[in-house]
């Protein structure tokens, strides 16, 4: 009696605090999410190409596996039955057939729904049908679940999103879940055990430093993003991660102002999820999305976010510890004028409280310029730099 009693304990604890798939997402998840393209937009042929697409660009080669769909990929009702239908028109061949073609790719494929009763762009949300949904997904075969947060009606987000993490992991196929509550409950402080990754804000738009009211709700340029992301870095590493949001490269910022986004994106760990039209991005689009160096930065082992060090004349130095004693440093300039930088490596030793991690004096670190490839000297003599407006300069420090 005593055992089953300590049994059933255990179940409820288990139930209670969710219990996602582990060995999922141990460095930031990549891919590529329909949304800030084409909203609800989408259709069968457009995925499929985007899908060839990420192949063919390289961008597969360069890590990016998840093809995404957003909202909008359902008709506006569930059958008879409570099921969720994939919209015909969009998808003739039906949801399990694309999913087969872009794992026939090599790629992995997502789906949206959202944790209230619609979903934000008013098609079936998944409140009540939990359970159902997360079987209809494993019987698809998705790798990978963003998980909205509008018309909850005043729903607990910790349990929502647990429910939904435990009906993943019940319907058996391991899934990706992705949080995405825009930061309002502090997903931080209790998504670890239910998901992989957690949106920290609304949503992002295709401007370098802007807000866009709507009302009710904003949308933040990648600075406005960025300046959110405070006190939150000891919350990501490895299976769990800070999610600042989608990617806007080449959605139409000025090519600096995407590589900056795209470098703070890596030096945060935030998950590399492309938002732009594959099919139609120019080779400096490739370039960025493409750049190894600095992805290897974003997909660093040691999952740990960068830190701002310093904020001079617009330009902020942030730091980010790689494995193998290795750094990443980063001068952001947000002004919209060019602005010189000086930086003595040699000035004092700098450790970050979080990992312990030190850039060090004594050390002569070799150092390269991620964004032009090429070898940058090294640490013993100080640097000096002038950083066009609303772009970086970026760096590799290694031993
Ligand atoms: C919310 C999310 C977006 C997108 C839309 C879809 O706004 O934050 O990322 O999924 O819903 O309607």
Not at 37 to 45: A, H, P
Not at 109 to 138: H, I, M, S, V, W
Not at 170 to 188: H, I, K, M, T, Y
Request: net charge neutral; glycine share 8%.
């Amino acid at each position: 009696m005593k055992h089953l009693i300590i049994i059933i304990a255990l179940l409820i604890t288990l139930h209670v605090s969710g219990q996602k798939f582990s060995g999922l997402a141990n460095t930031p998840p990549m891919g590529w999410n329909s949304w800030n393209t084409f909203q609800v937009n989408i259709n069968e042929s457009m995925v499929k190409a985007i899908a060839d697409v990420m192949v063919s660009s390289g961008m597969k080669a360069a890590g990016y596996e998840y093809i995404v769909l957003d909202d909008g990929w359902m008709m506006k009702e569930r059958d008879a039955n409570g099921n969720l239908v994939a919209d015909p028109l969009k998808f003739p061949a039906g949801m399990k057939a694309l999913a087969d073609y872009v794992h026939s790719k090599g790629l992995k494929f997502g789906l949206y729904n959202c944790a209230g009763t619609k979903t934000c762009a008013g098609y079936p949300g998944t409140r009540g049908y939990e359970y159902q949904d997360a079987r209809y997904y494993a019987a698809i075969g998705i790798d990978y679940l963003k998980y909205d947060w509008c018309n909850t009606e005043g729903i607990n987000a910790k349990e929502a999103y647990t429910t939904m993490s435990n009906a993943i992991r019940v319907a058996g196929r391991p899934v990706v879940f992705s949080l995405c509550e825009w930061g309002g409950n502090q997903p931080w402080l209790w998504a670890t055990a239910v998901g992989h990754l957690w949106r920290t804000t609304g949503d992002i738009i295709n401007c370098f430093d802007c807000v866009k009211d709507h009302g009710s709700w904003k949308a933040w340029g990648a600075m406005q993003i960025l300046d959110q992301q405070k006190n939150i870095r000891q919350y990501a590493g490895p299976g769990h991660w800070n999610d600042p949001d989608m990617l806007e490269v080449g959605n139409g910022m000025a090519v600096n102002e995407d590589r900056a986004h795209f470098t703070m994106w890596a030096m945060l760990a935030a998950p590399l999820m492309a938002g732009n039209d594959l099919r139609a991005m120019n080779q400096q689009t490739i370039n960025i999305l493409t750049n190894k160096e600095v992805i290897a930065v974003d997909q660093d082992v040691m999952g740990i976010q960068a830190f701002q060090y310093k904020v001079k004349d617009s330009v902020e130095t942030w730091l980010k510890p790689l494995s193998n004693d290795s750094w990443a440093v980063c001068f952001l300039n947000r002004s919209a004028k060019a602005q010189s930088v000086t930086f003595n490596w040699k000035e004092k030793n700098i450790t970050d409280e979080l990992s312990k991690a030190a850039l060090n004096t004594s050390v002569t670190y070799k150092i390269r310029n991620l964004w032009t490839g090429q070898p940058a000297g090294n640490s013993t003599a100080a640097l000096k730099a002038t950083i066009p407006a609303h772009d970086v300069l970026m760096l590799r420090l290694d031993k």
